[in-house]
């Protein structure tokens, strides 16, 4: 039997643990996973594009177990009441090849995400960096809210939205959290100070959300918004002011903010600054990109941390999902009590 | 919601429809997407090789729906009960890239596989082939002794196993078809006098099932079993005498019988055959070749004859695997009842 984790079970699995403190527990099992890079088995993930979006599979194995999401990215979909992006993600076991777990992944894609932006700015921002200006209130700002405040301690923030009713949507959704926000009236207004800033607009085209005089000197920048082809939110001169740091330089390449740049543009990769391989921050007034754009091994760690954190408890059901007939060989007998009524007679073993 | 069609869903389906005449409906559905192969987004599969198999992700659209199969292939499983292959598949709407249906395909891929067999005899055995040769009894083997017999009225079946108990197994399983059928003691034996030979032995190594020698003029040999890298059954004098056809060049390449050959040995597409582009079989003493090992366009077929017949079944249940918020933007709204208890306090909207 494969567990099945849905949608109800993620969020009473979530609530069980306490949200800051599972967002706590993933920053562990992503960092984890960053510090054993080299171990895991990684290829861009496999996208199929059409007029109106991207079907994507992200496959990813540290030899042991074996993962991989199903992500949609599908811009117009809110118009029509759906999620830009949805997605499931499937736990396997290498020796055997069977799946062990099936999970939603929607919520746990935006908790990763989130998580591994905290992660790459504990390494990228200055220590002392305190107010973070967050452009574009959509479905992942909150998560960034969060997950900077959890993690990292940053508790306020300046923030900017085109659209008064994601706002309002977020100012709502935010209201609980312990931090000290200013709504501004522009993208220059909110980043006015900041000493991060994250750049999360939802425009599927290439978009210049940030433009190079808007960021001073010693900021950290997290873009996480610019994550597919043809779709990019800050001005090429920042890159090239900057330094940046990426997941997977082979799929950030196609995907992330530097898609704008040579394909021989120099990037640190994260996991070596996680591992101490590679300088991070190397100055004060030094300006840090992290291009983010999201890689299989963070969503093989939140699936490990599911799978881990679901043994014993009700937030799983068991389905029928891998046949399992007496004999291996014998796939053929569970047609049995089909194959006489097919043959038009009756079964006769 | 997403449809869920379980394994004993997929066994009452077939009950449902009947074996043979639900046989007949896939190789109409398969036919149908070999005709129109220049329409599908097509890639070889994303293999995840390990010590002991290899898990697949084998995904395909023709730009209305998107599917991927998950396929897993461990020689060593049924040493511990399990099944060397097992597999599970998705459909989705390329439109908004949401997932419509999750299916059992360890049985349904028994069956494509047998019915693109039957396929491509179809178009390139002698047409009044009547006898087939089957060498190896395993898991596949009753599926392709049906598919043939249901599908172009091949009757006679010479059999071998080096393993007793598989040929009990196969035995029993065919016992109600109207089949002839004379277990060999031997390969050489089993091919005598077939006209269609038809490979589906299990070692992950290269063997010599077949040599030269043991393949008269005018067979059509239906080679199923070499289907990964290092795993072929052919010797290759017989690649080289006969002319050979495949699904998917670029895959076969590297998995099938033809990974023993230069990689500009000459092949012909068997979509190409179906739509008549090319020959199939030129002549009475020709030998011909089906280089199978599987396509994601059969998968993609089976999704969505399993799709089209379950409307308004009982045959599947509605899975909660993807979130479906009121306000599609407010993903974080959905952790509400969460929030507050993760932040040690109440939920103040």
């Known amino acids: 039997m494969v567990k099945f984790v849905s949608v109800q079970n993620i969020v009473d699995l979530i609530q069980a643990n306490g949200l800051e403190p599972f967002l706590q527990r993933l920053a562990d099992y992503v960092e984890a996973d960053f510090r054993r890079w080299g171990l895991f088995d990684k290829a861009p993930r496999v996208a199929a594009h059409s007029r109106d979006g991207v079907i994507e599979l992200m496959p990813a194995s540290d030899g042991n177990s074996y993962s991989f999401k199903y992500v949609n990215g599908h811009p117009k979909n809110p118009l ?8 499931f993600g499937v736990l396997a076991d290498v020796d055997t090849g069977y799946p062990q777990m099936l999970s939603e992944m929607t919520i746990a894609t935006a908790l990763r995400t989130a998580v591994t932006s905290a992660l790459a700015a504990k390494y990228l921002a200055r220590p002392d960096a305190e107010t973070m200006a967050i452009i574009g209130l959509g ?3 909150e998560f960034q809210a969060l997950a900077f405040s959890a993690l990292l301690g940053v508790k306020k923030l300046r923030v900017f939205d085109t659209d008064a009713e994601a706002t309002a949507k977020f100012k709502t959704n935010v209201g609980w959290l312990d931090l ?5 009236a522009s993208t220059e207004e909110a980043v006015l100070g900041a000493d991060i800033i994250t750049t999360i607009t939802a425009d599927k085209q290439n978009a210049t959300i940030l433009s190079d005089n808007m960021v001073g000197a010693g900021v950290h920048i997290n873009a996480v918004g610019g994550d597919c082809p043809g779709k990019t939110e800050l001005q090429r001169d920042i890159l090239l002011r900057g330094d940046v740091f990426v997941e997977f ?4 390449r196609i995907e992330g903010e530097i898609q704008q740049m040579e394909p021989d543009f120099p990037v640190t990769e994260l996991w070596q600054v996680i591992t101490g391989q590679a300088a991070g921050r190397k100055s004060r007034d030094q300006i840090t990109i992290f291009d983010s754009v999201g890689f299989a091994v963070e969503d093989f760690s939140t699936l490990r941390l599911v799978h881990d954190c679901i043994q014993g408890t009700p937030f799983y059901t068991d389905i029928d999902l891998i046949v399992a007939p007496d004999d291996p060989r014998n796939l053929f007998g569970l047609l ?8 038009g007679e009756g079964f006769h073993p």
């Not at 029509?80 to 997605?87: D, E, H, N, P, S």
């Not at 000290?180 to 501004?184: F, G, Q, V």
């Not at 330089?249 to 950030?252: A, C, I, K, S």
Request: hydrophobic share 45%.
């Open 80 to 87: 029509m009441g759906l999620q830009t992006v949805t997605a």
């Open 139 to 141: 479905a992942q700002s």
């Open 180 to 184: 000290d926000i200013a709504y501004a």
């Open 249 to 252: 330089p082979e799929q950030t």
């Open 336 to 343: 049995a009590p089909v194959a006489g009524q097919g043959a």
